[in-house]
């Protein structure tokens, strides 16, 4: 047996986000795994490329006849995730939204009915407000703290229940466990997006549901330089969410591809810290006689915070933070546009600190914590006070 077939499915979680699915090229014996940058592969015969044509309808791994349906530099970025999402089998997209219009397009049909959570990300609430019931597919948003919503959102045309674990913007953190026994009990596929705390956090795999969705874009790339699409579960269902997808043409570019898991190696260095600095700028921000409220799941004042402590990876919250400033949208502009090192802008999950104010919101911020040094966030974020107040 050769060195690089060591199996790593069994060791840690970083271990793994590391070394699971790379080796040496087998041509070249280049040890990062290259970007294939092709279309298409060349076989030798006629007869050979039908046994490989007929082994790629079956979703095969490692055959490739054709990038939008397979790609070497994608497969290795797959079998990682697969293995830190704790799935059968994982599906790469384009990104979040082709991820999620996949997962939900390969289990719903017109004449069936969804159920969502009440706060999503905009796109996705545009998919269930306007796109879906465009085409014969009922929806019905729910507020999912209460599980007995869901329950009694149900229909006999019901096939699916969808959430975002930990919501946008409002991080609102589902009971996960309990609303998976009610979408089984009905017969429904669990399709939870995760894209707020991503695999080192929290795996909802593990508590119930049937299919995790991410926007890969955020904490799995982590640098904002490339867009990135996961959706995970069983085999049976990545098999269908497949065909979609390749039906649809929902593949990521290889080089994206790439970029995406050269990033995965790092995730959970980086979360870890994001963790930790956002954990740090929660406490200092709800000690601030100038903020009315912050939402951060690690506080005592989350309303779910004890369900935070039960579902998530010891010690950790994630690093998705919302501050709530006294007075109004001429305070909130005056702190953000005084700060430094935070650029305003969207997305979330970066290295750097990101801050989105949301005038809709009731003029929330919503930051997105980096891995800087927290002690110069906070003397950022305590000029901006003081310019606050001026
Ligand atoms: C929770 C959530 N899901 C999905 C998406 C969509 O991801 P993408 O921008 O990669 O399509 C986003 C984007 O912000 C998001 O916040």
Redesign the pocket.
């Known amino acids: 047996m050769s060195r690089y077939d060591t199996d790593y499915e069994k060791m840690g979680f970083t271990t793994r986000a590391i070394k699971l699915g790379e080796g040496p090229d087998p041509v070249t014996r280049a040890l990062n795994t290259p970007i294939y940058q092709t279309s298409t592969y060349g076989y030798e015969t006629a007869e050979q490329y039908d046994e490989m044509l007929a082994l790629g309808a079956e979703w095969t791994p490692d055959i490739y006849i054709y990038s939008r349906t397979t790609n070497p530099t994608t497969n290795a970025l797959e079998k990682k995730v697969r293995s830190l999402e704790n799935a059968e089998d994982a599906v790469i997209c384009a990104?979040?939204?082709?991820a999620?219009s996949n997962a939900l397009l390969s289990n719903l049909d017109a004449g069936d009915h969804v159920i969502c959570s009440d706060d999503?990300?905009m796109?996705?609430s545009s998919m269930f407000a306007d796109i879906l019931p465009a085409k014969g597919i009922e929806t019905s948003r729910v507020e999912v703290l209460d599980v007995n919503n869901v329950e009694k959102a149900m229909r006999p045309n019901t096939k699916v229940v969808y959430l975002?674990a930990l919501s946008?913007p409002q991080l609102k953190l589902a009971d996960l466990p309990a609303i998976a026994e009610i979408a089984h009990k009905h017969g429904c596929k669990f399709i939870v997006?995760n894209?707020?705390l991503s695999p080192v956090v929290m795996r909802p795999l593990d508590w119930g549901a049937d299919i995790v969705v991410h926007?890969?874009?955020?904490y799995y790339v982590g640098h904002g330089d490339a867009?990135?699409?996961i959706v995970a579960g069983s085999k049976k269902d990545m098999d269908r969410v497949r065909y979609y997808y390749d039906n649809f043409g929902s593949h990521i570019s290889p080089f994206d591809a790439w970029l995406a898991l050269r990033s995965v190696r790092t995730l959970p260095l980086r979360v870890r810290r994001q963790c930790e600095n956002a954990m740090a700028l929660a406490k200092w921000f709800e000690a601030r006689p100038e903020v009315d409220f912050v939402t951060y799941p690690g506080l005592e004042s989350h309303g779910q915070h004890k369900l935070a402590e039960k579902i998530f990876t010891e010690g950790l919250f994630g690093g998705m933070l919302c501050v709530h400033l006294k007075g109004g949208y001429e305070e909130m502009c005056r702190f953000c546009d005084a700060t430094n090192i935070p650029p305003v802008a969207?997305?979330?999950g970066d290295v750097v600190t990101l801050m989105f104010p949301k005038k809709a919101y009731n003029n929330l911020i919503r930051f997105s914590v980096g891995c800087e040094d927290v002690e110069d966030l906070i003397a950022d974020f305590e000029k901006a006070f003081d310019a606050m107040k001026q």
Do not use: Q, R, V
């Open positions: 990104c979040g939204m082709a999620i999503t990300f796109c996705t975002e946008n997006d894209t707020f926007s890969g874009t955020k867009l990135c699409g969207t997305s979330l």
